[in-house]
C-alpha cells in the first residue's frame, strides 16, 4: 500500500529557505498551518499550507488537484462535439465564455468559420458572462473581507443573467450553448429585450455597487497596498486578465489579438499601476462598466442571418431535420459516430476570459477524437504568483490576496 | 507574416541551422529545436531587444504512443512588443525523457513543467521544485501517457484509513 498522504516533500518546499532546519526546530518559535482545501475563503478546494511568524506569513505553498478531473485525459476519449459540456465545468462562473473559447479553437483547428450573426451572439454571452464572472468575483472578495452585503446584491444580479441564459441555452447555469460551426440556438428579439433591459437597470445598480463599496473605509483599509503584484513579477510568472492588468500592463487578447469582431467595437481596457488588492477590485469594477458598453453596441449592431454555418460534414445538422431528411440522418450518424476529422497539426487558441487567457491547444492525427488537449487555464496561471504576494504579509491578508486573485479551482485543476 | 521571416532571420543569425523544423499550420509559428538548444535559444528569444518573448503561456508534452521520439515537449512563448506567440518543440526520447528546465529562463515555467511532469514523467533537469502538481506525491503512474487507461487503474489511490 502506498502512502498517498504523505506531505514529507511539501513541507521541505516550505522550510527551503532555512535548508538546516527541521520541521521541529521551526515549530518553536513558528507555527505551521494548514488553509483549506475546505475553507470558505478558498474559493473551492485550493489548499494553501502557511508558515507563520507570529501573524506574518514567511512562506506559502499552494497545493492543487482536489478537483482534478481528468478532463485532458477525457478529452482523448471524446470527439470534438462531446467535450463540450465539459467546458461548462472549467470556469463555472462565466460558463458561456468557455464555451465560446472552446468552438472557436476548435473552429481554427478545422478552418471553418461561423456566419456573421452567431459571431455576434457569441461575443454578446461572451461580454454578459464577463459580467457574471466578475459579478462573481467583487460579491465573494467583499464577502471574504468581511462586506457581507455584496455577495447577496451581486448574486440578485447574477439571476437576472441567468434568466437570459435560460431564454438562449435554456439552462441557467450549464449552458453548452455553443456548437461547433455556430451557437445551438437563436439569440432572439425577445432575449435582446430582456438584455438590454437588464443593462438599464444594471447601470444604476453598478452606481449602488460603487458607492457601498468605494466609500467604505473597512473594504478599503484592508485591501490598499495589500498583496502587491510588480509589472515585473506579474509578467515572470505568467499572470493574465484582469490581475496583470492591475500590475500595469496594458494586455487584452480582445486588443492584442483581437477574435470575433472585438476589432469592430469601442472599448477601453482599464489598466491600473498600484498592482494591489484594491486594484485588482477597480479593474474589475471598470471591465464590468466596459462590458455593458460593449453590449450596447452589439445589441444595435447585431445582423441578422443564419446562427449555424452550413457545412454538412463538420457541423451538427439541426434536431428537426435529422428527423425529416435522409442527408442530414447521414451526416448526423457520421458527426457522432466518427467525428469531425480536422487535419493533421497542432494549433493554440486563446481568448480574453473573466479569469485571464483560457487557451486550448489541440493535436490532431487527423482522425475523430483530439490526439492531445491541453488547456491552458488562467486561474491556474493566476495562482503561481499567490506565494509572491502572500509572504510578509500579515495572515487575515492572505483570505484577501485569494479573493483578489479569484481563482477558480474547477479551471485551475482542470 | 513579418514577425516570422524576422524571428526566423534572427534566429539562423543566433546560430546557423538551430531551427530544425518550421511550421506554420493555421498561421501559428512553431518551431522544434534539438534539446541542447532549448536554453541558449530561449535565453535569446527573451532577451532579443526586437523579439523579447516575456511570457512563457504554457509547457506541456505530447505522448506519440509509437515513434521513436516518444514525446514531445511544447512550449507557448509571447512576445507583447510582436504581440503574437511561438510555439517551441523539443522532441524527447521516449525510455527515461527529460530535457532542461526553462524556469532559469521564465520563471513562471515552474508549475507548468510540475503539471507535464506530473502528466507524463517528463523530468525536468534543474527545476526547483519538481514535485507533482495534481496526483498525490506517491502515485505510481504519469495519467496522460496513452497507456494509462481513461477510466484510471482502481486502487491506485487508497482511501486515508478510518482510525
Known sequence: MIDVHNDEKLLKVLLKDDPDITIEDALDNEMVINMGPQHPATHGVLRLVLRLDGETVVNTVPELGYLHRGYEKMAEAMSFNEFIPHTDRLDYTSTMSNNVAYALAVEKLLGIEAPKRAQYIRMIIAEISRIMGHLVAIGTFAMDVGAVTMVLW???????????????AGARFTTSYTRIGGVASDFDDVAVKMTKEFLDEFDHTMDDFEKLLNTNKIFIGRLEGIGVLTKEDAIAFGVTGPNLRASGVQYDIRRANPYLYYSDMDFNVPVFTEGDCLARYFVRVDEVRESIKILRQLLDKIPQGEIIANLPKKVLPHKAEIYSR?????HDFMIVNFGV?????????????????????FVSNGSGHPWKLKIRSPSFCNLQALPKMCNGQMISDVIAIIGSIDPVMGEADK | MEYKELLLNKLNEFKEGVVLEFTDFRDDASITLAPENLIPVCTFLKNDPDLEFLICKDVTAIDWAARKNRFTAVYHIYSFKLSSFLRIKVNLSGNDPSVDSVTSVWKGADWYERETYDMYGIIFKGHPDLRRMYMPEAFEYYPLRKEFPVMGIPGSIPLPSKD
Open chain 1, 154 to 168: 451581486t448574486f440578485r444580479e447574477r439571476e437576472k443573467i441567468q434568466n437570459i441564459y435560460d431564454r438562449v
Open chain 1, 326 to 330: 435522409m442527408e442530414k440522418l447521414i
Open chain 1, 341 to 361: 476529422n480536422p487535419p493533421v497539426g497542432d494549433t493554440y487558441f486563446s481568448v480574453e476570459n473573466p479569469k485571464g487567457e483560457l487557451g486550448f491547444y
